[in-house]
T-cell receptor
Framework: GAGVSQSPSNKVTEKGKDVELRCDPISGHTALYWYRQSLGQGLEFLIYFQGNSAPDKSGLPSDRFSAERTGGSVSTLTIQRTQQEDSAVYLC??????????????FGEGSWLTVV | AQKVTQAQTEISVVEKEDVTLDCVYETRDTTYYLFWYKQPPSGELVFLIRRNSFDEQNEISGRYSWNFQKSTSSFNFTITASQVVDSAVYFCALPNSGYALNFGKGTSLLVTP
């Protein structure tokens, strides 16, 4: 499809397990973002990738969270040793440039993570 | 700091009523963009509009309209003749000094028949 694609749509995992969430951005978009949305909460920025530049990891909540982007396209968000407070919707987004420059960020449908 | 405030947490209206969602922002920039997104119950964030601070003309798209006023740092969103399908959480957003968007906490709109 033409939009941002995320998988899995839903994931239930046991506390302490590692999980990987995948994102396939819109073709041609050089910027890729991960956001988190906890139940009833707003949108929390996690990490940003732009082309070959070093990612902006300033929003990652702990060192259990990491992300990589291979070949400037697909990205994987990894959460190690999951905790119950990690339960949230993880939203991936992409854009052709910075929103500060007027570029629109387009979001995927999200990966709903439940840690039990 | 780049900040967005959506003071209305929840709004409930009856179908066909008009409703305005407020967005107030703070920015040190002289030129900037503002965005509105809609998040229906399905969860996906849907882009609605992007506005440049240069252009203070109201924007109208069907039943949706946006009122941008730099003097009051507001970018309000009005839905005319609301419909049940308008029920969603609406987010206003402002780019931060880096590469991302800072979102307000959202306004949950419930339209009942």
């Amino acid at each position: 499809g033409a939009g941002v694609s995320q998988s899995p749509s839903n994931k239930v995992t046991e506390k302490g397990k590692d999980v990987e969430l995948r994102c396939d951005p819109i073709s041609g978009h050089t910027a890729l973002y991960w956001y988190r949305q906890s139940l009833g909460q707003g949108l929390e920025f996690l990490i940003y990738f732009q082309g070959n530049s070093a990612p902006d990891k300033s929003g990652l909540p702990s060192d259990r969270f990491s992300a990589e982007r291979t070949g400037g396209s697909v990205s994987t968000l990894t959460i190690q040793r999951t905790q119950q407070e990690d339960s949230a919707v993880y939203l991936c987004a992409s854009s052709s440039g910075r929103p500060r420059g007027g570029n629109t960020i387009y979001f995927g449908e999200g990966s709903w993570l439940t840690v039990v | 700091a780049q900040k967005v405030t959506q003071a209305q947490t929840e709004i409930s209206v009856v179908e066909k009523e008009d409703v305005t969602l407020d967005c107030v922002y703070e920015t040190r920039d002289t030129t900037y963009y503002l965005f509105w997104y809609k998040q229906p119950p399905s969860g996906e964030l849907v882009f609605l509009i992007r506005r440049n601070s240069f252009d203070e003309q109201n924007e109208i798209s069907g039943r949706y309209s946006w009122n941008f006023q730099k003097s009051t740092s507001s970018f309000n969103f009005t839905i005319t003749a609301s419909q049940v399908v308008d029920s969603a959480v609406y987010f206003c957003a402002l780019p931060n000094s880096g590469y991302a968007l800072n979102f307000g906490k959202g306004t949950s709109l419930l339209v009942t028949p």
